[in-house]
């Protein structure tokens, strides 16, 4: 019984280090592959995380202006935020893998408190949501 125990936990440690090298290069390609077929259709993270100017002002002659876009800080804190909790979400993954080889009695438990710890990370889009509510009414 001993020999076997030993022996399972000699093999769950290559498997559980190959399911995390295949998790991770899976993340890492699929990000590099977005971010290439965004690049190519003229996308940019500066301009996605911006806004349009105001609209000129009308007392003003009819000059045909392109909208300039400048910085959003709700949106910078929103992608920041969204990319904290995607960091959790993966490490979270990484843990149920984790756990369902070693931990799994304590599994329910600790997913439990992850939860609640994203629910809350939700507070992080705050300062964007209450922005495009204060818009409604302009």
């Known amino acids: 019984s001993r020999d076997l125990h030993l022996l399972m936990r000699e093999v769950k ?3 559980l280090i190959f399911i995390y090298i295949v998790m991770t290069l899976a993340y890492i390609v699929t990000f590099r592959r977005v971010f290439s077929l965004l690049k190519t259709q003229g996308w940019s993270l500066a301009e996605a995380l911006s806004e349009p100017s105001p609209p000129p002002d ?3 002659p009819a ?9 959003s800080s709700s949106r910078l804190i929103a992608f920041v935020g969204m990319v904290i909790i995607a960091i959790i979400f993966v ?3 990484y843990y ?10 304590k599994i329910s438990s600790n997913l439990k408190s992850v939860s609640h710890f994203l629910m809350f990370g ?7 949501i209450f922005n495009k509510i204060s818009s409604i009414g302009k």
């Open 63 to 71: 000059v045909i202006v392109p909208p300039v876009p400048f910085a």
């Open 122 to 128: 939700g507070t992080l889009f705050a300062p964007y």
């Open 58 to 60: 009308t007392a003003a």
């Open 91 to 93: 490490g979270t993954g």
């Open 96 to 105: 149920v893998i984790y756990a369902l080889f070693y931990d799994s009695l």
């Open 13 to 15: 440690n290559p498997i």
